[in-house]
């Protein structure tokens, strides 16, 4: 079946600019991550989404940074007026709901968008 | 906080040789473990996983297992080759907060020549 899928893979702008960035799961899973992966950080968790609500927003590094979730499926993640530092990829997971009695839940990477910031 | 150390690399090895990746993790409540694996140009995939103390994850000919008493998970492999070469990461999912979120090391680039 199909896996997580990201838009767009790379892009390209301007220090200040805003952009979107675009996340699919897996049809039917309900929770929704968004990670960072860049050389001076390595990977680094930004947000949850549980259906449309994200209870944890903990990683989010500023408030140029927000997201949302849509249908309890597709989600985008924004940042405004960008700077250089924010370059990095970006990479969604979706999981399904949780199985009673089991301490994890498997997530499921998309293959990222590599934003580059001029 | 949960963080997770792991072993720097670059891990260069010939083909057949053994390979271990040490990951050791620092956790608030009773964490499943997980090693990821990444290839070169494709996306992060789940390679192994272990949910709780003495736990054996296994795949791909890759074994890891969850030590409490050491806070450890390490990777290891007896025999690796060429299309092992990728970047190995250890994590770390800590389910006190319901919401499963992974925390990574900082990963480990393995080359494997012919």
Same mark, same amino acid.
């Given at each position: 079946?199909?896996?997580?899928?990201?838009?767009?893979?790379?892009?390209?702008?301007?220090?200040?600019?805003?952009?979107?960035?675009?996340?699919?799961?897996?049809?039917?899973?309900?929770?929704?991550?968004?990670?960072?992966?860049?050389?001076?950080?390595?990977?680094?968790?930004?947000?949850?989404?549980?259906?449309?609500?994200?209870?944890?927003?903990?990683?989010?590094?500023?408030?140029?940074?927000?997201?949302?979730?849509?249908?309890?499926?597709?989600?985008?993640?924004?940042?405004?007026?960008?700077?250089?530092?924010?370059?990095?990829?970006?990479?969604?997971?979706?999981?399904?709901?949780?199985?009673?009695?089991?301490?994890?839940?498997?997530?499921?990477?998309?293959?990222?968008?590599?934003?580059?910031?001029? | 906080?949960?963080?997770?150390?792991?072993?720097?690399?670059?891990?260069?090895?010939?083909?057949?040789?053994?390979?271990?990746?040490?990951?050791?993790?620092?956790?608030? @409540?009773?964490?499943?473990?997980?090693?990821?694996?990444? =290839?070169?140009?494709?996306?992060?995939?789940? $390679? +192994?996983?272990?949910? !709780?103390?003495?736990?054996?994850?296994?795949?791909?000919?890759?074994?890891?297992?969850?030590?409490?008493?050491?806070?450890?998970?390490?990777?290891?492999? @007896?025999?690796?080759?060429?299309?092992?070469?990728?970047? =190995?990461?250890?994590?770390?999912?800590?389910? $006190? +907060?319901?919401?499963? !979120?992974?925390?990574?090391?900082?990963?480990?680039?393995?080359?494997?020549?012919?």
């Amino acid at each position: 079946g199909a896996g997580v899928s990201q838009s767009p893979s790379n892009k390209v702008t301007e220090k200040g600019k805003d952009v979107e960035l675009r996340c699919d799961p897996i049809s039917g899973h309900t929770a929704l991550y968004w990670y960072r992966q860049s050389l001076g950080q390595g990977l680094e968790f930004l947000i949850y989404f549980q259906g449309n609500s994200a209870p944890d927003k903990s990683g989010l590094p500023s408030d140029r940074f927000s997201a949302e979730r849509t249908g309890g499926s597709v989600s985008t993640l924004t940042i405004q007026r960008t700077q250089q530092e924010d370059s990095a990829v970006y990479l969604c997971a979706s999981s399904p709901p949780p199985a009673s009695g089991i301490g994890y839940n498997e997530q499921f990477f998309g293959p990222g968008t590599r934003l580059t910031v001029l | 906080g949960n963080s997770v150390t792991q072993m720097e690399g670059p891990v260069t090895l010939s083909e057949e040789a053994f390979l271990t990746i040490n990951c050791t993790y620092t956790a608030t @409540g009773y964490p499943s473990l997980f090693w990821y694996v990444q =290839y070169p140009g494709e996306g992060l995939q789940l $390679l +192994l996983k272990a949910t !709780k103390a003495d736990d054996k994850g296994s795949n791909k000919g890759f074994e890891a297992t969850y030590r409490k008493e050491t806070t450890s998970f390490h990777l290891e492999k @007896g025999s690796v080759q060429v299309s092992d070469s990728a970047v =190995y990461f250890c994590a770390l999912s800590d389910s $006190l +907060l319901n919401d499963y !979120k992974l925390s990574f090391g900082a990963g480990t680039t393995v080359t494997v020549r012919a």
